[in-house]
């Protein structure tokens, strides 16, 4: 009689649902074990200060700018800070990627303000942070910075380089980065070609105030790009339980819902001041760190970063000029629908793998050897 296998039920499941066998168990033993041990971020009062008391103290930054930084802690070497986009919070941006990072070290979280914006301030308080993992906690940390988020990464890295410091830094991880306005608007087009253009060019346009419908305009487009992956059935099935889901969805659209005027055009004018790294692809004033870096594109970038995105060219080509030890990757999912701009919660299983491997290469060293 020959051996019983799984493997016909299993394949049938494969093409049934277009995900990997071993996902749904997975996730199932991911539910049960946020159950025992839930994600708790709380609110983490700053144990140093000084670059936000110094702007504070010149008037160059209000306290209604200060984002809100929360963490989880957690046994480890090699914290990790998280830098969201516009949309979501950083929280949720690593909704599920925080199981995985919370395996090294602390988790920390900047999730913007709702009612103002200031670079000047955020970049103050990376630099208190990260001085207090190294001096509090004899450690350097991960940044991960996701699209938006990403460019706030790299304004703050060029303003150390122009000041001739270095943060101490463990790694980088840069996830579909947004630096400069023309990554997500072409220059003379009229009429944006990316979702995600068409929401901000209102702001472009019109800097200062805007009208309530502007805004209002914006929260549904930001609200159509979290729909549109939520709809994702199977990839759902996948990856959330329906508790998990509906945390998720109520937290995303509570951001959207309350981001006032004030935030998104300080955010949006923040994106406006950002300089195109190709402006600053010159000997003198690169690299921007020598810490590993993994950067990682989606395959589909189209609703959101534009096929002229200086940032993109800059990167695919000459990445380690900027980052000398660093890997440049499109993710891809050849199973199921095509990976978005910035997915991490609908392909976080595409998403995973590499930076898994990142982690565990800073572990080695292997980061460094291989660039």
């Keep these: 009689m020959p051996a019983l296998s799984l493997a016909p039920a299993l394949s049938l499941w494969t093409q049934l649902g277009r995900i990997s066998p071993a996902r749904p168990l997975h996730t199932l033993l991911r539910s049960a074990g946020y159950k025992w041990r839930p994600p708790h971020p709380t609110a983490h009062t700053p144990r140093i200060s000084r670059a936000q008391d110094a702007l504070l103290y010149a008037g160059a930054a209000g306290l209604h700018q200060r984002a809100q930084l ?8 090699v914290p990790t800070i998280v830098l969201g986009g516009f949309i979501p919070d950083s929280t949720e941006q690593v909704f599920l990627l925080r199981n995985h990072l919370v395996r090294h070290g602390s988790v920390f979280y900047l999730n913007y303000p709702r009612c103002g914006f200031s670079t000047d301030m955020l970049c103050a308080q990376l630099d208190d942070l990260v001085a207090e993992i190294a001096e509090c906690d004899g450690q350097q940390p991960v940044v991960m910075a996701v699209s938006w988020g990403a460019g706030l990464l790299l ?16 790694g980088l991880v840069i996830v579909s980065p947004v630096a400069c306005v023309e990554d997500l608007i072409a220059p003379g087009e009229t009429k944006p070609s990316t979702l995600l253009g068409r929401a901000l060019k209102p702001y472009l346009d019109a800097p200062g105030d805007v009208a309530p419908e502007t805004v209002e305009k914006s929260r549904a487009i930001f609200t159509k790009m979290f729909e549109s992956g939520a709809q994702n059935k199977n990839a759902l099935r996948a990856l959330l339980t329906r508790g998990e889901l509906q945390r998720l969805r109520d937290a995303v659209l509570g951001t959207i819902r309350h981001i006032d005027a004030r935030s998104a055009v300080e955010r949006v004018a923040a994106l406006r001041h950002m300089q195109s790294p190709r402006d600053y692809f010159a000997p003198a004033l690169l690299p921007l760190s020598d810490a590993p ?6 395959e589909k970038e189209g609703a959101v970063i534009t096929e002229s995105s200086p940032t993109r060219f800059v990167f ?21 629908s095509p990976v978005q701009h910035a997915s991490l919660i609908f392909h976080y299983f595409n998403f995973l793998p590499p930076i898994a491997g990142f982690y565990r290469q800073l572990k080695t060293g292997e980061n460094r050897r291989s660039a």
């Design 70 to 77: 929360l963490c989880e802690r957690r046994p480890g070497t």
């Design 155 to 170: 304004e703050w890295l060029r303003w150390h380089k122009a000041a001739g410091t270095t943060p101490a830094l463990a």
């Design 293 to 298: 870096t993994l950067i990682l594109y989606a």
């Design 316 to 336: 695919e080509k000459a990445h380690r000029a900027y980052f000398p030890h660093s890997d440049c990757r499109s993710v891809s999912n050849p199973l199921g």
